[in-house]
């Protein structure tokens, strides 16, 4: 229990009402609501997919709502302009990896999955209305993230302020007990509360938790801002991803995204990433297939060695321009080949390629180096006119 009021926790309301409800023994009903916005979840969505694990450990139902009709308004928190909404392809779209996703913290079988389409769609254009009469426009203007875009001169739509009605009635149509979130998120959480009081409902408990800031270590992780490290990714680019972070972030990634606590002295910063990244990929991937990217990194980056295990290109052009040969790596654009090796980022067998007109003569059996992290042995193949990426 003081897992759930402690680890990763920035404010409880009502707390000795919480506590109370805890001791009492009942199940519990938590929410947690999940707008999606993109296809991937990363590890700032986990803090709270982690706490929503821990009520499930406990024995209390877990309610995880899909957001797929909100999705295709906007959610403003936080906002300091209006939230592009989606188009229900892109929601359904995004859809199909979320659950998979979350499953890997949660217990999807365990869970009571809803999508808030189902009371919203039903109800129409009279549940709105309904809903319109029991919040002021005073009351939702209260926000922080409004108030700040008033003081600039900047819109609000009409649609952003009917978002924390309908994320409020979320609660109300599913009976929650408690609802958990991340700290942008109070608001529409205090929503629930107060709708669900105007229809007859006892109010739900809430739990605020820390936003975590992304590989940047200054803003919080948003694929919006490229600072995010993805559930679904390659162990070696999780790992390598983690070890980027700025040492400040150590404890804090250790205690929001881990059931480990920060080592306690006797390791520096270096020696501490390395046991969170090893820690984080074990959770997503395997504690042995950890290990062996730990192992790889070391050699790699600290070692100066190539990665016995490469991917592998299959060539026919032997005799190309360098940065055609970027552009069959995945490297969307000549621009951006052009800005790597501008950067003397690109090395074949050890040699920097910095003339982004050079054309290169292939035997094939060459190591490709682009950046830090991606290594590409290039392999003869006679079949085919363009570059393949072997798996």
Do not use: C
């Not at 506590?19 to 009942?26: A, H, M, V």
């Not at 400040?248 to 046991?275: H, S, V």
């Amino acid at each position: 229990m003081q897992n759930i009021l402690n680890r990763t926790v920035t404010e409880v309301i009502e707390k000795h009402h919480f506590e109370q409800t805890l001791k009492s023994g009942r199940k519990l009903r938590v929410k947690l609501g999940i707008d999606p916005t993109a296809p991937d979840i990363h590890l700032g969505h986990t803090v709270v997919l982690r706490k929503l694990r821990q009520f499930q450990e406990l024995g209390h139902k877990a309610v995880l709502i899909i957001g797929d009709f909100t999705a295709t308004i906007g959610d403003p928190a936080g906002r300091s302009e209006a939230r592009k909404p989606l188009t229900e392809k892109e929601v359904k779209n995004n859809l199909k990896k979320y659950l998979t996703q979350a499953g890997k913290i949660i217990d999807i079988k365990k869970a009571e999955i809803r999508y808030n389409g189902e009371w919203y769609k039903k109800g129409g254009l009279k549940l709105l209305l309904e809903l319109a009469k029991k919040v002021s426009i005073q009351q939702i203007l209260e926000r922080d993230d409004f108030q700040k875009r008033l003081k600039e001169g900047s819109q609000i739509s009409l649609l952003e302020e009917i978002y924390p009605l309908l994320q409020g009635y979320d609660s109300a149509a599913i009976k929650a007990d408690v609802e958990i979130g991340g700290t942008d998120q109070k608001f529409n959480m205090l929503m629930g509360r107060r709708i669900q009081r105007a229809f007859g409902l006892p109010e739900q408990d809430i739990i605020t938790m820390p936003l975590i800031e992304g590989t940047d270590g200054v803003r919080k992780m948003s694929k919006s801002f490229a600072n995010y490290i993805a559930v679904g990714e390659k162990p070696d680019e999780m790992f390598g991803k983690i070890m980027s972070i700025p040492d400040k972030l150590i404890e804090k990634y250790f205690f929001a995204l881990t059931d480990r606590n920060p080592p306690a002295g006797g390791l520096g910063p270096r020696e501490a990433k390395l046991l969170l990244a090893e820690t984080i990929v074990g959770i997503y991937h395997s504690p042995a297939l950890a290990k062996k990217t730990r192992e790889n990194f070391i050699q790699v980056f600290s070692k100066k060695e190539i990665p016995t295990n490469i991917e592998k290109l299959q060539i026919t052009n032997y005799k190309l321009q360098i940065t055609g040969l970027l552009l069959q790596t995945g490297i969307k654009s000549k621009s951006e080949a052009r800005r790597l090796i501008l950067q003397k980022a690109v090395e074949i067998n050890g040699e920097i390629k910095n003339d982004p007109k050079e054309i290169i003569a292939l035997r094939g059996g060459e190591v490709l180096k682009i950046g830090k992290k991606k290594f590409f042995k290039l392999k003869k193949y006679v079949r085919h006119s363009r570059l393949h990426r072997e798996k």
